[in-house]
């Protein structure tokens, strides 16, 4: 029934080979291991739903925590793709602008023995630079935006531009109060499906989403390993808030981990839709302020020469 539901040729092969699997003989996590579609985490719940006879309940835990996940990630993309696409026609705006309405109107002045004012000799000397070396430029920015993503695919680069996002002005506090939000859902959710606390710790760090959050929930594993609660290791990365290291020290003193964590998953996901609103009105004005910015400096470029030709007329 999935499969023919499914409008997605590759999970719907996928989902087909599962049912096969299991037709002969396979547990549906060990099918589910064997298809690329199936994220981790779902394969693991499956496994420990399996394992303790709920799996029912682990599928309906995961349906909410991929809802509520995936919820949070498009609150994240739209307050940080909306200005970027706003910026890149603004910009496309601009080159028009200076490469093709500006120098018409130059051409015109000049007939006219008009004296340009600096600003609209400033942009006709960027139009000239776009025209003549626009292909250099081009390949520039290429070479640019491919060094970054190679260097962003090492080591060294994942922890450097990690490093980044969390301390951008405003997107710094969003991606942060994400990573709680998607920690403590993750974690809460493992610990319910009845799995051992180090396999969801485990499971947890590599679904976070951020290398600097992944190193800390690894090295938190080890320092479990070795007798150390959960909170000091939470606490002493500098990654999570005070609240989340409290929430979870209450949880383990008082044996309701799952519980506290559960809290602070839904109050973290309210707080990354209020900061995303913020973000969001923060920006507009900003957007606006940026293309009346704009809007004046090609208006100042067009106009200058004919406020100075109508005063050299006046001073004639």
Known sequence: M??????????????????DGVQKGDTLAGS????????????????????????????????????????????LKKAMIYPIVILVVAVIVLVVMVVGVLPSFAEMFEDMDAELPGLTKALL??????????????AVIVGIVVAIKLYGKTETGKRVFAKMILKLPVFGKLNVKT??????????????????????????????GNILYQDALEETTTQIQRGVTLAQPLKKSGLFPPLVVHMVGI?????????????????????????????????????????????????????????????????A
């Open 125 to 138: 000397s960027l139009s000239d630079i776009l025209k003549g070396y626009w292909y250099i430029i081009i």
């Open 251 to 315: 949880g383990e003193e008082t044996g309701n981990l799952e519980g506290m964590l559960n809290n602070t998953a839904r109050y973290y996901d309210e707080e990354v839709e209020i900061a995303t609103q913020q973000v969001m009105a923060l920006i507009e004005p900003m957007i606006i302020i940026v293309m009346a910015g704009i809007v004046i400096l090609i208006l100042g470029a067009i106009y200058g020469p004919i406020i100075t030709m109508y005063n050299t007329l006046g001073n």
């Open 2 to 19: 999935l499969a023919d539901q499914t409008e997605n040729k590759t999970l719907k092969a996928a989902v087909l080979n599962v049912h």
């Open 179 to 208: 990573a709680c939000a998607r920690f403590a859902r993750t974690f809460s959710t493992m610990l319910a499906s009845g799995m051992p606390m180090l396999e969801a710790m485990e499971i947890t760090s590599r679904t976070i």
């Open 32 to 75: 589910m291991k064997k298809e690329k579609v199936f994220p981790p985490l779902l394969v693991s719940m499956v496994e420990a739903g399996e394992a303790s006879g709920n799996i029912e309940i682990s599928l309906e835990r995961m349906s909410e925590h991929f809802e509520k996940d995936t919820r949070v990630k498009g609150l």
